[in-house]
């Protein structure tokens, strides 16, 4: 089947650190470019870090520069997402996407609800709250 497993995520305090694992299956990775992407209650869908298919290159919200790391093993055709020094602000669904045709790692993060949301492959959501 193809499709791309999240995992990881869960409750965290404030300060803490968690690990989201985006494993594809039935494809591979290495191809395609790949986006965290969370959505909090009453907010939209917001691109929190994204990584390209081709150079390496990564992008960051402004809201986490600094504190979140993507990282892709291709190897294990997998991407993570590393988030340390979490804050309430953190908390939402997180979700994984790639694609293939996006031509650059601004453009997946930032153009996700331009482009309505139709990447190649989303991840099925995970949750991650900040909570003393």
């Known amino acids: 089947q193809v499709q791309l497993v999240q995992s990881g995520g869960g409750l965290v305090q404030p300060g803490g650190s968690l690990r989201l694992s985006c494993a594809a299956s039935g494809f591979t990775l290495d191809s395609y470019a790949i986006g965290w992407f969370r959505q909090a209650p009453g907010k939209e869908r917001e691109g929190v870090s994204c990584?390209?298919?081709?150079?390496?290159?990564?992008y960051y919200a402004d809201s986490v520069k600094g504190r979140f790391t993507i990282t892709r093993d291709n190897a294990k055709n997998t991407v993570y997402l590393q988030m340390n020094s979490l804050k309430p602000e953190d908390a939402a669904v997180y979700y994984c996407?790639?694609?293939?045709?996006?031509?650059?790692?601004?453009?997946?993060?930032?153009?996700?609800?331009?482009?309505?949301?139709?990447?190649?492959?989303w991840g099925q959501g995970t949750q991650v709250t900040v909570s003393s």
């Open positions: 990584i390209s298919r081709t150079d390496g290159s990564t």
């Open positions: 996407a790639a694609d293939i045709t996006i031509t650059t790692v601004e453009d997946m993060c930032l153009l996700v609800a331009v482009r309505n949301f139709d990447y190649d492959y």
